[in-house]
């Protein structure tokens, strides 16, 4: 739209996400270097020409002092980024804890804290209380940035409370909420001490969406039944007010992966990894060293697909990317010598003096290295337990146009919905059935798998990010607010 002067009239939006898409390293006493870091949701936001985003987060280094704080303030608001500062002891309790310790496991289905349970529940009311001081913290920083007119997008299971300690600064401020992650069936989240009071501050929320329309039906059967208020097609209603809840699906910026294909560096990252694995099909995993993902489940399938299949122990290779992720916590340290173990053991049993079959990385790759690791796979493995949606599948996808490789993919995905068609399904949990899928991936005709890419290739080019940011926001910004509904009245 033009504002009266004939200039662009542009939304302000604000995206409140625990962290923001920075990393910052400190280099002295007041100087800091930043590096973006070009996620889905960044690329989604700078496509949305109408919108001028402003984020709103942890920069995910502790800064206790105050010359320290303010430098990085400084360098942080000429990326557009707004830091709010975490101490050790809330990161300890907020993100650690209650968030990654608690949330996230239960809305992946693996429960809440199985062992010490004594010492977890004694904990978990002060994790709580953190979590919410924390989202208390994010909406001051919120409240001290909003202007009239600005959109408030909060981010995650991080944010919970964040849409009702808004809406308690301002209840006419607009406020959309979305989850990441799934939300899990009701019976699940029941589990929870604080299942109600968690519910209500999302309710706070005007527009509250989910990868999946399974996600956003869990949330509202929560909602009858563990607060007793009525579903509706459009939402959650309580005492009159609406709460728009909604399926928004994610995608990825697919241009910026197939663009990158013709740049001569991945260019030539493709030909050094193609001369590198000559003669052997390319089995590919990359994950975040995290156990909803499945990483110990998809190695001991391939482990039974070689013990089966002896014929072609020499002749494919699976290079597993596993990122370290949150690795204060015990259970991803666990699971990170659960799967060294394990690979060690598989490398031991089927390697030779030449080689490998499984190639395990802790680290992350560069965008250009991730490309060409993508070009040339033969075999994407995408096996999590559970995944809101899970775009590791999208960029494979994205990168697979020349060669139109094969996609495994759980069925516990969010992206299961969307590339279910072209990708073999599988249930991660059942190691026979994925050993199954990969010698049929192996063995697949190209017919077939030009066929399946064709498919998926579509839904992937057309299904992207900036869409789904657009139709997220012109959505929240069509929820009637309740001000303007007293006034119909
Ligand atoms: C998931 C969550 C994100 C989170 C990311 C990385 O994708 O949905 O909110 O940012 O994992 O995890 P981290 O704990 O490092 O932010």
Same mark, same amino acid.
């Given at each position: 739209?033009?504002?009266?002067?004939?200039?662009?009239?542009?939304? !302000? /939006?604000?995206?409140?996400?625990?962290?923001?898409?920075?990393?910052?390293?400190?280099?002295?006493?007041?100087?800091?270097?930043?590096?973006?870091?070009?996620?889905?949701?960044?690329?989604?936001?700078?496509?949305?020409?109408?919108?001028?985003?402003? +984020?709103?987060?942890?920069?995910?280094? @502790?800064?206790?002092?105050?010359?320290?704080?303010?430098?990085?303030?400084?360098?942080?608001?000429?990326?557009?980024?707004?830091?709010?500062?975490?101490?050790?002891?809330?990161?300890?309790?907020?993100?650690?804890?209650?968030?990654?310790?608690?949330?996230?496991?239960?809305?992946?289905?693996?429960?809440?804290?199985?062992?010490?349970?004594?010492?977890?529940?004694?904990?978990?009311?002060?994790?709580?209380?953190?979590?919410?001081?924390?989202?208390?913290?994010?909406?001051?920083?919120?409240?001290?940035?909003?202007?009239?007119?600005?959109?408030?997008?909060?981010?995650?299971?991080?944010?919970?409370?964040?849409?009702?300690?808004?809406?308690?600064? @301002?209840?006419?401020?607009?406020?959309? +909420?979305?989850?990441?992650?799934?939300?899990?069936?009701?019976?699940?989240? !029941?589990?929870?001490?604080?299942?109600?009071?968690?519910?209500?501050?999302?309710?706070?929320?005007?527009?509250?969406?989910?990868?999946?329309?399974?996600?956003?039906?869990?949330?509202?059967?929560?909602?009858?039944?563990?607060?007793?208020?009525?579903?509706?097609?459009?939402?959650?209603? @309580?005492?009159?007010?609406?709460?728009?809840?909604?399926?928004?699906?994610?995608?990825?910026?697919?241009?910026?992966?197939?663009?990158? /294909?013709?740049?001569?560096?991945?260019?030539?990252?493709?030909?050094?990894?193609?001369?590198?694995?000559?003669?052997?099909?390319?089995?590919?995993?990359?994950?975040?060293?995290?156990?909803?993902?499945?990483?110990?489940?998809?190695?001991?399938?391939?482990?039974?697909?070689?013990?089966? @299949?002896?014929?072609? !122990?020499?002749?494919?290779? /699976?290079?597993?990317?596993?990122?370290?992720?949150?690795?204060?916590?015990?259970?991803?340290?666990?699971?990170?010598?659960?799967?060294?173990?394990?690979?060690?053991?598989?490398?031991?049993?089927?390697?030779?003096?030449?080689?490998?079959?499984?190639?395990?990385?802790?680290?992350?790759?560069?965008?250009?290295?991730?490309?060409?690791?993508?070009?040339?796979?033969?075999?994407?493995?995408?096996?999590?337990?559970?995944?809101?949606?899970?775009?590791?599948?999208?960029?494979?996808?994205?990168?697979?146009?020349?060669?139109?490789?094969?996609?495994?993919?759980?069925?516990?995905?969010?992206?299961?919905?969307?590339?279910?068609?072209?990708?073999?399904?599988?249930?991660?949990?059942?190691?026979?059935?994925?050993?199954?899928?990969?010698?049929?991936?192996?063995?697949?005709?190209?017919?077939?798998?030009?066929?399946?890419?064709?498919?998926?290739?579509?839904?992937?080019?057309?299904?992207?990010?900036?869409?789904?940011?657009?139709?997220?926001?012109?959505?929240?910004?069509?929820?009637?607010?309740?001000?303007?509904?007293?006034?119909?009245?």
């Amino acid at each position: 739209g033009e504002r009266e002067d004939g200039r662009p009239f542009k939304q !302000r /939006l604000l995206v409140v996400a625990n962290r923001l898409p920075v990393s910052a390293i400190r280099k002295g006493e007041d100087s800091w270097s930043l590096e973006i870091s070009a996620g889905g949701l960044v690329s989604a936001l700078l496509g949305v020409k109408a919108l001028e985003a402003r +984020w709103i987060g942890w920069a995910g280094v @502790n800064v206790p002092d105050e010359i320290g704080q303010k430098a990085l303030t400084k360098a942080l608001a000429e990326k557009r980024c707004i830091p709010v500062f975490l101490d050790e002891e809330i990161v300890h309790q907020y993100y650690n804890g209650y968030c990654n310790n608690i949330l996230w496991p239960l809305f992946h289905y693996l429960g809440l804290p199985q062992e010490d349970r004594l010492a977890t529940t004694r904990s978990f009311q002060s994790q709580f209380e953190a979590y919410q001081k924390a989202n208390q913290m994010f909406a001051d920083v919120v409240n001290k940035h909003y202007e009239e007119g600005d959109v408030v997008w909060c981010h995650d299971y991080h944010l919970m409370f964040l849409p009702q300690c808004l809406k308690n600064y @301002n209840p006419k401020m607009k406020v959309g +909420w979305f989850l990441h992650t799934p939300f899990p069936s009701s019976e699940i989240h !029941r589990t929870l001490p604080s299942r109600s009071e968690l519910l209500h501050a999302v309710l706070a929320a005007d527009l509250v969406g989910f990868h999946t329309y399974d996600y956003a039906r869990h949330f509202v059967s929560a909602c009858t039944r563990i607060l007793g208020l009525e579903g509706t097609p459009e939402g959650v209603e @309580n005492q009159g007010k609406l709460t728009r809840v909604a399926a928004f699906p994610i995608g990825i910026d697919s241009e910026r992966f197939i663009r990158a /294909l013709d740049l001569p560096q991945v260019k030539g990252h493709i030909k050094e990894l193609q001369e590198r694995f000559k003669g052997r099909k390319v089995m590919l995993g990359v994950d975040r060293l995290d156990m909803i993902k499945g990483i110990p489940q998809k190695i001991l399938a391939f482990e039974k697909f070689l013990e089966e @299949n002896p014929d072609w !122990r020499d002749k494919v290779v /699976l290079l597993q990317i596993a990122v370290p992720t949150r690795t204060d916590v015990p259970e991803y340290q666990k699971l990170t010598s659960q799967v060294h173990e394990i690979v060690g053991r598989i490398n031991g049993r089927f390697g030779t003096l030449a080689t490998v079959p499984i190639h395990h990385l802790d680290c992350s790759l560069d965008f250009h290295k991730l490309c060409a690791l993508y070009a040339v796979t033969d075999v994407a493995l995408v096996t999590s337990l559970r995944d809101g949606m899970n775009l590791v599948s999208y960029e494979f996808v994205a990168c697979q146009d020349k060669k139109k490789g094969v996609l495994i993919l759980s069925e516990f995905a969010g992206a299961a919905q969307s590339l279910g068609a072209g990708a073999i399904l599988v249930n991660p949990w059942n190691i026979t059935e994925v050993a199954a899928a990969i010698d049929k991936a192996l063995n697949m005709k190209s017919e077939e798998r030009e066929k399946r890419h064709k498919h998926n290739f579509k839904h992937v080019t057309t299904h992207t990010a900036q869409e789904w940011a657009e139709t997220f926001v012109s959505e929240l910004n069509d929820t009637i607010d309740e001000a303007q509904l007293r006034t119909k009245q």
